[in-house]
Structures are given as C-alpha cells and as structure tokens.
C-alpha cells in the first residue's frame, strides 16, 4: 500500500491538480458555473487592458487624443461586462452567497492582516490587538455564512424574527463591530438594569431566516460574564469603611420573537 502511494504522487506529479480533479470527475461543475468563470475572465482581462493603456497614457506612451477614444470604448465594453456577470451570478442563489461569503471571508483577513501590521509597528498595543483580532476571529469562525445585508441589497428583507439582548455598556462597541462585520443592522437603546442600578443597552437586532443561531453565538462569544466590585460599609467599624463585595454580572440576556412584518424607516 505504501508502495502504491508513492508511485501515484510520482505519476501525478507532473499534472496539476485542477486537470487532476477534472480527470477523476472528482467535483461536478454546472454549465451556469462554467459560464460564471467564463465572463468574469473577460470582465478581468478588458479592465486589466483599460489599466494597461491609462498608464500608457501617463507615462505618455500614448496620445491624450488616443486614449480618450480608446477609454471611451473600453468602458462602454467594461460596463456591459460587468452586467453580464451580474446576470449570471443573480440566477443562481446559491453561487452569488458563496461569492459573498468568499469576499467577506478576505476581507476580513485583510483587516487582521492590517491588525498584526499595526502591532507589529507599535502603534496598537497588545490588549487592542487581542481585542479586535477576537472580533474578527467570531466573524471568521461562522462557515458558509450568507451575509444577509449583501443578499439582501436590492430586495425586500425577509427577517422573520427580532433579538432583543441586554448587554453591559461596555461591550456595546465590539458587539456593534462584530454584528456589523457579520452583517446585521442594530438598533441600541440606551437602559439600566440590575439591583447595581448599572448603565446597559438594549439591543434590537433583525434576522433574517436560519440566522438567529449565528448572531446568538456571536452575542455570547463576545458578552461573557464578569465580576464587578461594589462597595459596602463594615458594620463593626468605628469609622466609615468601604469593603468591596465582589458581584457576578452576566454577559447578556437574550430574547428571540417571530415577527410578522418588518420594515425600516
């Protein structure tokens, strides 16, 4: 068996994987798939020509005159492109999420490569750092997320259901971060609650269908529970005295309804 293994990554060496996968039959591509990458090809290759010739143009290689025709052509053929690719990908729900979420899924990584760049160079310290990777991070760790506001653009919402969550004051800026970088839109209200009578927030957040459980998970992942201290007297002491009690608060509380109809103003 071993023997067998070596000799097949020997023989295969030579071939790359695609044409492997291909020749084996091993992934089934649609023809609407096939049409996909054939017109985002064009759409890549014409923009990649109108670059080329605008810098031609700087650099005076070519006429102010020739490259105003030219320019003019060329976007007239670069917008009917991108339409064209737009027609594709909307026809099939299921390719335009996995473009979204692949798109979302960079530039995340793009923000926490600019994170590390800026620990690295000393301008953020390492708490900031930890603290805005880990936003970044929950947003990551959802798999095959549609990201409802980008599915949504363009059409009517269908957000089915409405969390309501208290959370601590604190925690109102990474939760807004990490929910918008997943994609919901939060109301927050300002409120106080608690027999420690402390300042939270109450969040109002619409979801569209099959996606109460990441927003959830994500509330809880960020939100988690903490011990305040708070002061009391000693009852024994001559004098007044502060004596810090130590105090459980939970991350956040959560409520989740059916709703019939949703509109924003």
Known sequence: MAFGVVLFTLLVQGISMDRLIKVLQLVQRSELQDEYEKRHARFVAARSAYEYLRRMNQQGLISEHTWQRMASIMEKQNEALVDAVRDVVTSDPAMEAEELDTARREALRAQRSALT?????????????????????????????????????????????????????????????????????VTHLPSTGGFLSQRNVTLLIGIPEGQAETAVKALQAICRRRVEFVSSFLPTASFPAALPTSVTVSGATIFTFEVESYDEF
Do not use: F, H, M
Request: cysteine-free; aromatic content about 6%; proline content about 1%.
């Open 117 to 185: 760049g800026l620990l690295r160079d000393g301008v953020i310290s390492e708490e900031t750092y930890s603290q805005l990777v880990s936003e970044v991070d929950v947003a990551l760790s959802e798999q095959s997320l549609s990201w409802p506001e980008l599915l949504q653009y363009g059409s009517t919402k269908d957000i089915n259901q409405l969390i309501t969550a208290i959370i601590q004051d604190q925690d109102l800026e990474q939760v807004q971060s990490v929910l918008g970088k997943l994609g919901y839109t």
